[in-house]
């Protein structure tokens, strides 16, 4: 048994779509949280930005105790991955690969559609990868710079959030596309409105499920897993925690603990804690 906390970390809320798989799937697995909120949205930061902010949470999750490590984000798993995980001797996981051999396997027609932001999209990672499992597949993706900073804001609902996506996920209907990769984990908070728009014969996969599905078979491959639960998840963030609680409540409920905020130093390695927010 291995009790030690699972590390997950994205550019914020985001990565609370992995957190609630991991509550659900793995309930016996602690989680310490880091969401960048600070310095959201990642999408069009530059991959020298991405490596060392990564870098940064990385060696804050390892100091926390963490034993396994999931890069939440989407932009981050895309562009500087590789480069981290050879860089600590600690398991890392993204979730794009993940989501890329989900999508390969749930298309009958060979044609998908990714949503992502404009990093990811970028990158051409996902084409790539799908492409590895499926290489007939075609691949549609669509850059969704605006929608990141709405659901920050905890904007899930308004008339502004739904125009967006339809902007964004009408183009990718026309190009008859059967399934459709929610290319960044902020994206699920959406997914009632997104449902509406592709329709019954479009299947969803959402990245961050496929990741815990593979999180759960490296621990247990690992010697890892915890057979026991040793105290509650723990959340901390770069910016504001009552903002960051104000959304995180929306996804995870009473299962969010009170929110820290502390200021990451690579440098010093040095830990200044501020508020908390319950």
């Not at 020298?48 to 902010?53: D, S």
């Not at 870098?55 to 989407?74: M, P, V, Y």
Request: proline letters at 5%; one cysteine or more; glycine letters at 8%.
């Amino acid at each position: 048994m291995n009790s030690r906390p699972i590390g997950v970390y994205d550019s914020g809320v985001g990565g609370l779509t992995v957190v609630r798989e991991i509550s659900g799937k793995l309930p016996w697995e602690r989680v310490v949280y880091f969401g960048d909120t600070a310095r959201v949205p990642y999408g069009e930061k530059t991959a020298g930005e991405l490596l060392r902010f990564s870098r940064e949470i990385i060696t804050f999750l390892i100091d926390q105790g963490s034993k396994f490590i999931i890069a939440g984000c989407n932009t981050t798993s895309s562009q500087v991955l590789d480069d981290v995980k050879s860089e600590f001797d600690i398991p890392i996981i993204g979730v794009l690969r993940p989501g890329a051999y989900a999508a390969s396997r749930a298309t009958k027609t060979g044609r998908i559609g990714v949503i992502a932001t404009v990093g990811t999209t970028r990158s051409g990672a996902y084409e790539k990868t799908i492409r590895e499992y499926l290489p007939e597949g075609q691949v549609f993706s669509a850059a969704c710079p605006e929608l990141v900073p709405l659901i920050e804001k905890g904007d899930l609902s308004s008339q502004e959030t739904v125009r967006l996506l339809h902007d964004y996920l009408d183009p990718l209907m026309e190009e008859d596309i059967d399934v459709l990769v929610l290319g960044c984990t902020h994206y699920p908070y959406l997914i009632d409105h997104i449902r509406r728009i592709v329709g019954p014969h479009v299947e969803i996969v959402d990245p961050a499920k496929e990741t815990v599905t593979v999180t759960a078979a490296a621990l247990h491959e690992l010697g890892l897993q915890s057979h026991e639960k040793t105290g509650p998840h723990a959340f901390i963030v770069s910016g504001d925690p009552l903002r960051f609680a104000a959304v995180g409540r929306k996804l995870l409920g009473d299962n969010l603990t009170p929110v820290r905020q502390v200021n990451l130093s690579l440098e010093s390695r040095e830990l200044s804690c501020y508020n908390q927010a319950t």
